[in-house]
């Protein structure tokens, strides 16, 4: 119930902003490294929404999460940039690579290194460019991802 009693607090410190919701999703996220499925009914009550429709935008949008994430987050960049030049092979590499480890890889639609592609982003601070899968695989070993 301790998930409850911040979700609250974070949904009546934001109820009252137009367009509530989805800053209340985004701290809630930041809260808890996704949006816990039993705050989606405590969501809606409070701001007067179905549920369907706070799990709707919850569904939405690819930032979202609706279970926790693994000890590290790898973003692959998905963005036409980065599919022109091997992103989409490097994307799969990493789909089969992380499969079953404690990583979650998450596809973007653009981490701003459109020049430099394939690109990604570990755990929303480190980004890579020029990531091939030998590059990928030495990154994945320099976290420990096997262990």
């Known amino acids: 119930m ?3 009693g911040a979700v609250l607090r974070i949904v009546a410190a934001k109820q009252t902003v137009p367009g509530a919701l989805l800053p209340i999703l985004h701290e809630i996220q930041e809260e808890f490294g996704y949006i816990p499925p039993e ?3 405590l969501i809606a009550r409070e ?7 706070v799990h709707g935008v919850i569904t939405y949008y690819h930032h979202f999460r609706q279970a926790p994430p693994g000890r590290h987050v790898v973003r692959v960049c998905c963005a036409e ?8 092979a490097l994307a799969e590499h990493a789909r089969v690579r992380l499969e079953g480890s404690d990583l979650t890889l998450e596809p973007v639609y653009c981490l701003g290194l459109c020049a430099m592609g394939p690109a990604l982003q570990i755990d929303e601070r480190t980004l890579h460019a020029h990531v091939t899968p030998e590059k990928f695989d030495a990154l994945i070993d320099a976290l420990g991802a096997d262990r």
């Open 2 to 4: 301790e998930t409850l």
């Open 39 to 41: 705050s989606v009914p």
């Open 81 to 88: 940039a980065c599919q022109a030049v091997g992103g989409e």
């Open 47 to 53: 701001l007067n929404l179905s549920r369907a429709e």
